[in-house]
């Protein structure tokens, strides 16, 4: 194939030098012409491992080339991919200037381009900006249109400095964001000799996971360094504290606990949290991101009381109070605090757990119920079909199939929040439920 790479810096020589060494023709643009002198020399213009030899092997086979203006290169090519930065602001806002200049170039030369053409962005984006900036811009200079002249796609670059010839050919996936099937297919081709999940999905979505993956990775830095902070201050080797913490595959370094739902609660995480904040207090030190845990929980208890008062409608359903589905536990139940909070409110609540109300009569929480939450077990519902007639809000706490049931009879006027996700495909819920559904953070 031949492949246009709009920009030759970290990303874009890294993959220019991968697709040569692959068989397809490359040429890099950029518009700094010591770099572009550079690469035709066969030289390498960062320092990266393996990309001195694979520049020089590309060049002299005639596999890759560098210019600096794009008209050629976009012109006599399948495909071009958009590598240039997206630095900061001064404000932490991402600066567009390298990419709008891009996106131009690539409109003007798809104007007289004979073919279809796609283009595809492997610059770390802001959710919205493949759409809105560079969109419009291809398709204002090039007077083609998306879909039926050029595709689109965002394919985000997972490669880290240090390593990333190795980890271009072995991703942990390779993600293609799509504007239609056509876009994807052309951008797939790309990847067949890279053994790794390829996974479809929508622009924003390939856009947002890039976010999602670094803030997290960043937050795993922060995490791991105020835990040696701490540990450090109480004579602990945080090494092998951590060494031992990732042993742990089931809880720790898993799937778990990385769904967006409602906040946390239970007997465990809040005190034990509170304890360890504590503690670095009492320590002198400064551990600002378990500090924030908290309170972050907090405010998204907040955000559910404000989604019942945006709703509308005093008379609130709430299914499920424990912590968390199969289980009678309300000792720092989230549900609990949330229902206090609409009860201080002046809210009039229904409340059906079934856990709970069993509980109540036989189990060991019967008298935390009756003597903690007095004025919460009085509003308990034995009849689920009591709170569907009444509630103009129904308040979902529990993921269970007796309430995903119940959605089934929710009545025009009432409205739903789901703070637990009760279906992972979201059209099920708002097809079914047109109009009443919302969710906490979806
Ligand atoms: N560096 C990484 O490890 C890495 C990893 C994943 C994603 N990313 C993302 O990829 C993008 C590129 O990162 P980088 O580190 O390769 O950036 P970089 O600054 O090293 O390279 C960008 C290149 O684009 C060139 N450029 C600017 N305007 C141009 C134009 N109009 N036409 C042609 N070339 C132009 C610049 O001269 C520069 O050489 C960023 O959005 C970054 O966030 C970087």
């Known amino acids: 194939m031949n492949i246009a790479i709009l920009g030759m810096g970290y990303v874009g020589c890294v993959s220019a030098a991968c697709l040569a060494k692959q068989g397809h023709f490359v040429t890099g643009v950029d518009v700094n012409p010591t770099k572009v002198d550079l690469i035709n020399q066969g030289k390498s213009p960062i320092v990266e491992q393996y990309l001195d030899e694979m520049i020089q092997d590309a060049t002299t086979h005639g596999q890759l080339r560098a210019m600096t203006t794009a008209t050629d290169a976009v012109q006599q090519s399948d495909i071009s991919l958009i590598c240039v930065g997206t630095p900061s602001r001064e404000d932490g806002s991402q600066d567009l200037q390298h990419l709008q200049g891009v996106s131009r170039d690539i409109g003007r030369a798809l104007r007289v381009h004979p073919a279809y053409h796609t283009v595809v962005i492997r610059s770390t984006l802001l959710p919205g900006t493949a759409e809105s900036v560079v969109l419009p811009l291809i398709e204002e200079e090039s007077d083609k249109q998306v879909g039926q002249d050029f595709g689109l796609c965002v394919n985000p670059e997972f490669m880290r400095e240090g390593s990333a010839v190795e980890d271009y050919y072995n991703p942990p996936l390779t993600l293609i964001g799509a504007w239609d099937q056509r876009s994807g297919n052309e951008l797939s081709a790309l990847y067949e000799n890279i053994e790794a999940p390829l996974m479809q999905t929508t622009i924003r979505v390939a856009e947002m996971l890039k976010f999602a993956s670094n803030s997290f990775h960043a937050l795993k830095v922060g995490f791991a360094n105020e835990i040696g902070v701490l540990c450090k201050a109480m004579g602990i080797d945080s090494h092998e504290v951590m060494d031992l913490f990732m042993q742990d595959t089931r809880l720790n370094i898993s799937t778990q606990y990385l769904r967006p739902g409602f906040a946390f609660g239970g007997s465990c995480l809040p ?55 199969g289980t ?85 006027g009432q409205q739903v929040i789901d703070l637990v996700r009760m279906e992972k495909n979201l059209d099920n819920l708002t097809d079914q439920l047109d109009g009443h559904y919302q969710g906490i953070c979806w």
């Open 271 to 325: 005190k034990d949290v509170r304890a360890i904040v504590n503690k670095a207090k009492m320590l002198g030190v400064d551990a600002p991101i378990l500090q924030a845990i908290l309170p972050s929980n907090e405010g998204h208890i907040e955000r559910a009381f404000n989604m019942v008062r945006h709703a509308g409608g005093k008379k609130v359903g709430i299914l499920g109070l424990s912590f968390k589905g």
């Open 328 to 412: 009678d536990d309300l000792r720092e139940s989230p549900m609990v605090h949330l229902a206090e909070k609409l009860l201080g409110k002046g809210y009039k609540l229904s409340i059906y757990d079934p856990n709970v109300s069993l509980s109540r009569i036989i189990g060991a929480n019967k008298q935390y119920i009756d003597q903690v939450l007095p004025h919460l077990a009085e509003l308990l519902v034995t009849d689920l079909d009591e709170v569907m007639e009444q509630a103009d809000v129904l308040l979902i706490g529990n993921r269970t199939a007796e309430f995903r049931d119940a959605l089934k009879r929710v009545k025009d």
